[in-house]
Every structure is written in C-alpha cells, then in structure tokens.
C-alpha cells in the first residue's frame, strides 16, 4: 500500500487531538496497567461485598469472607486465581468439623465456593471486573450427596415394638417412642379471629 502523505498528515492530528504518541501506541501494556490498577484488593473492596450482603449471606459466608481476607486481602481481585479458591475449597472440606450427620466437609467446601461467587458476582455488578473473568464461576460446586434419611423398614418397625413391648430397656423404648410421637403431632394453633399462640398440643387421637 503507497504511504499517503494526506492520510499521514491527518492520522498525526488526529493523534495530537487525543493526547497519543507513537510511543503509547507501542506499548499497549500500559493501557491495560492503567486499567487493572482501578480493580481493589479484596480488603478494600470486601467491605462492599458484606455491606450489600443480607443477614443470611453473612452468616452463612462470614467465616469463609475471612478466611479469604486472612490469605488473599492484600491481592486485587483481578489476582486470585481459580486455583487458589479450589485450594481452599479442598482445605475448608479437609478441616470441617466431623459430625454424626456430616458429608466429610461437602457443605465446607460448597460454602467457600459459594462465597467467593458472592464476591464477584458484586464486583460484576459494580462494573471492576468483565463478566466471565470470574475464577469463582469456572469451578464446579461438588455434587449434592443423596440423603443418608430414609423410611423405616417394616422389619426395623416390628424389632421396635418387640423391644418396646419386652426386654429390660422396654420402658426406655416406650419413652421414647412417645417423646417422638409426641413432637410429630406438635404445631401452632391459631384461635379464630385470634394471633397465633404459643406451641401446644393438639387434641387429636394419637399419631
């Protein structure tokens, strides 16, 4: 293509209109410097995030947010990684306290999931970051368990009313049986034209 004197002349205004050198046109990296120095860190910007945040997310996500706080506050947001979040995904699910009905630190690892998505979907919001350079959204949350609950078995129900009905711990057996049919038929009753009261037991023939 032959070099246009005119063209030549006219791009160098249009550059001195904008305040551009041939030089910043070389050095695209100071462009984007210039915009990844606007994104916070996550101590600045956390702070937004547990503002804007219900009573419930804080509970839910408070510790996790500290956590957060604890390993990555001093890090921009644009900074931490997708790696970093599954790290700790997998170190909150390893140090989840053990419990009788516990998934082995499944709901642990979720929540931090969870509230690293919080994070960013507010950052999305508030325009610091582009939608999909979320790292908390490229991680998969763990699949839900199925519930370890489950029905009686017909068996299981008539070995209960055979202890219940003998052996040396029968009369425990009864109790017990009775405090659980007991709190199934419990619930509100709200007198008519009236407020609802407090929690008694409705006269009905038992459960």
């Known amino acids: 293509m032959t070099n246009d004197p005119n063209r030549i002349a006219a791009a160098h205004l249009?550059?001195?209109?904008?305040?551009v050198t041939l030089d910043d046109l070389n050095r695209p990296d100071s462009v984007t410097s210039a915009q990844m120095s606007s994104v916070p860190t996550l101590a600045e910007y956390l702070p937004h995030v547990i503002a804007a945040a219900g009573p419930g997310a804080n509970r839910t996500y408070g510790s996790y947010w500290q956590r957060m706080l604890t390993a990555w506050g001093h890090r921009r947001l644009d900074q931490i990684t997708a790696s970093d979040i599954e790290?700790?995904?997998?170190?909150?699910?390893a140090t989840a306290r053990t419990r009788r009905n516990g998934r082995h630190g499944r709901h642990a690892g979720e929540h931090v999931i969870a509230a690293a998505r919080a994070i960013y979907t507010r950052a999305i919001a508030d325009n610091l970051i582009a939608p999909g350079t979320s790292p908390a959204h490229?991680?998969?949350k763990p699949r839900r368990l199925p519930s370890p609950r489950r029905a009686l078995t017909a068996h299981e129900l008539d070995q209960i009313n055979t202890a219940a009905r003998t052996g040396t711990a029968a009369a425990s057996v009864r109790r017990r049986i009775g405090t659980g049919r007991d709190r199934s038929c419990r619930h509100r009753v709200r007198p008519p034209g009236g407020r609802r009261t407090a929690t008694r037991m409705h006269q009905q023939p038992p459960c």
Do not use: V
């Open 14 to 19: 249009l550059l001195d209109q904008l305040g």
């Open 138 to 140: 490229r991680i998969a």
């Open 87 to 93: 790290a700790m995904q997998h170190a909150a699910a």
